[in-house]
């Protein structure tokens, strides 16, 4: 059975930074491409950021110099770094997790097999 569990949400002030984890287990780590996507009340559900098994990493223009992506191979987790957090960043955000061809962006939802519950993150002003 496939999971993907995040954790590191929460409630903070503008300006503060949070770092969100996502533990895969059930599934091969190895090749796959894991994203964040990040879903706020009333809205579609958002591409964040992402980063291949090679370590390539990709930003929405929303976070690019704010947020960064990362992954540890041997502890099947990829990491979201979020510093200088907004109110607009306020959302769930979820981890996923896919195994696509490089030449497709990896900002597609539909890329991707497996989500895991969501974090919330709350940006206060």
């Known amino acids: 059975q496939v999971q993907l569990v995040e954790s590191g949400g929460g409630m903070v002030q503008v300006g503060a930074s949070l770092r969100l984890s996502c533990v895969s287990s059930g599934r091969t780590f190895s090749g796959s491409t894991m994203g964040w996507f990040r879903q706020a009340p009333g809205t579609d559900r958002e591409f964040v950021a992402a980063i291949r098994w090679g370590g390539y990493t990709y930003y929405d223009d929303s976070v690019r110099g704010r947020f960064t992506i990362s992954r540890d191979n041997a502890k099947k987790t990829v990491y979201l770094q979020m510093n200088s957090l907004k109110p607009e960043d306020t959302a769930i955000y979820y981890c996923?997790?896919?195994?696509?061809?490089?030449?497709?962006?990896?900002?597609?939802?539909?890329?991707?097999?497996?989500w895991g519950q969501g974090t919330q993150v709350t940006v206060s002003s």
């Open positions: 996923a997790a896919g195994s696509f061809a490089d030449f497709n962006v990896p900002s597609r939802r539909v890329l991707y097999d497996d």
